[in-house]
């Protein structure tokens, strides 16, 4: 089992930047492809980006690539979201996931075994 936990969101102006970090739990974490999902308030939860084990192959939605980038450092059990360019589209509660059936990380809610509790992001215009 995998315990995830997010950190790193808060209040930040349109144009600012953000870096969102989940640390794991457990020893296998270079075993799970990670991706981080957002939902804003009363809208369903939406896929943002996901990145393969090694770190090599991410996938990005539309409507953060070029402004978003995923990373991950296993050594640290950690995945990374850094987040540029933000604007007020962009704020909703922020969550990591990770998956332990698609190697190269799904863009489908279903695709993830393991939820962190999600932080917010909300970007001010």
């Known amino acids: 089992q995998v315990q995830l936990l997010e950190s790193g969101g808060g209040l930040v102006q349109a144009g600012g930047s953000l870096r969102l970090s989940c640390a794991a739990s457990?020893?296998?974490?270079?075993?799970?492809?990670m991706g981080w999902f957002r939902q804003a308030p009363g809208k369903e939860r939406e896929f943002v980006a996901t990145i393969n084990l090694s770190g090599s192959i991410t996938y990005y939605a539309d409507s953060v690539k070029g402004r978003f980038t995923i990373s991950r450092d296993n050594a640290k059990n950690t995945v990374y979201l850094q987040m540029n360019s933000l604007n007020p589209e962009d704020t909703a509660v922020y969550y990591c996931a990770a998956d332990s059936r698609h190697a190269y990380g799904s863009r489908s809610i279903d695709g993830y075994d393991y939820w962190g509790q999600g932080t917010q992001v909300t970007v001010s215009s």
């Open positions: 457990g020893r296998t974490f270079s075993s799970y492809a």
